[in-house]
């Protein structure tokens, strides 16, 4: 069977170009001439321009804050490369500021709601990137020291030759990165870890005076892995909106796009079957659209571990399963064992009056249980092969379309297959 990758090839990428970032720093010579050219000098401020109008367009305005941000940080550390002995001094309040900013804004934005970027909310959160912006800028050149060593070893002197960040900058990094892998509601499960992979890109870039690299790859280093976080955002963009053409937002299932396409690429071996919800209507008007919504996602639940097939989110009320390699008759098992599962779960209406978030008191709460009404939810189904006059993916889903109106008028609640 042919299964939809969703994410697999925006994560594959991404691991791909930063392994390749790597080996770029290692295969290069440290004589080469072309990495300080002005061109190459201003690759990551042209891809971090780029996620930055992304973003805009494509309402992941949290991609272009933080772009805006990181560029300015980058431009900050790169204005104070080959001032001699004083390069040391200078960068050092750069790295701070931008290890504690940069993965504080990437777990803050990733877990804002989007709300636009032309809107008062977006008004208020672009001025605080920009006070954050004048900050990186007018610090950055600054040599700040405390009378306290200690002071100056948490905030600005790097924790060794190996690692250039200060010690309060790992912390930052450390305690913000696992925030990137919180699943957020209505967001990309994508979005988090391409976010984390900018995060870890701009710690490297940061490291660029490490002494595990050969001083003379510095501004390579900064410039390469630079380049990669404005990548990773560009990819975070790319994949949201990918998701939103093919994935169904209420369901989490591919949708009619992702099946066209899918049809489109099926061989010789294949199944099709439609299922829908018997008597779907009755229930949006008795119990209202929100209940019908959570009978979608019912469903859907069921469908999603489905073991023979990929499951799509036809339209309406109406799902369709592509099978493949079993044999006919397993296949049609494993509907039947699908249409007798859902049959048999009870399915509770939610209250209006229930909370979205569970009660302080819920324990006590559940003490006292109330009579909850319970419906049962069954689902129809139309299978078909192609084979004989079902040769086509088109011809085949039109006779599974015909075998399901058979099951609707048989009774529903059972399996039929076309003949």
Known sequence: MQKIIRHQPFLAA???????????????????????????QHIPFILFFISFLLGICFRQTKISFLSLLISTAVFAIRSNIGKGDSEIDSTRTAITIASIYIPTFHAIFYHLKERGFFTIHGGIRLAIVI???????????FNFSSRHPKTDYMLLNAISETIKVPPIGIVVFLVCIPLLFIKVPDESPLLGPLLALSAINIFIALNYRSSLLDPRKSQLVLNTFSAGSAIAFINAVLESAWRSARIDELTGLPGRRALKEHMASLGN????????????KKINDKYGHDTGDQVLRFIASFLKNFPHGTAYRYGGE?????????????IIDSLENL??????RPFAIRSPQRPSKPPENVEKLRTKKEPTETIQITISIGACANKGEYSTPTDALAAADNALYQAKKQGRNRVRTAR
């Not at 080996?23 to 010579?29: G, R």
């Not at 006070?131 to 050149?141: G, K, T």
């Not at 071996?269 to 779907?280: E, K, S, T, V």
């Open 14 to 40: 991404a691991i791909c170009i930063f392994l390749f970032q790597f080996i770029l720093i290692l295969i290069i010579p440290p004589t080469a001439i072309w990495p300080a050219y002005s061109a190459f």
């Open 131 to 141: 006070s954050s912006v004048i900050v990186i800028i007018l610090f950055s050149s």
């Open 269 to 280: 071996n294949y199944i099709i079957a439609i299922a829908d919800i018997d008597h779907f």
């Open 318 to 330: 109406e799902f369709v399963l592509i099978c493949g390699k079993n044999s006919f008759s397993t």
């Open 339 to 344: 249409r007798q599962s859902i049959a048999e």
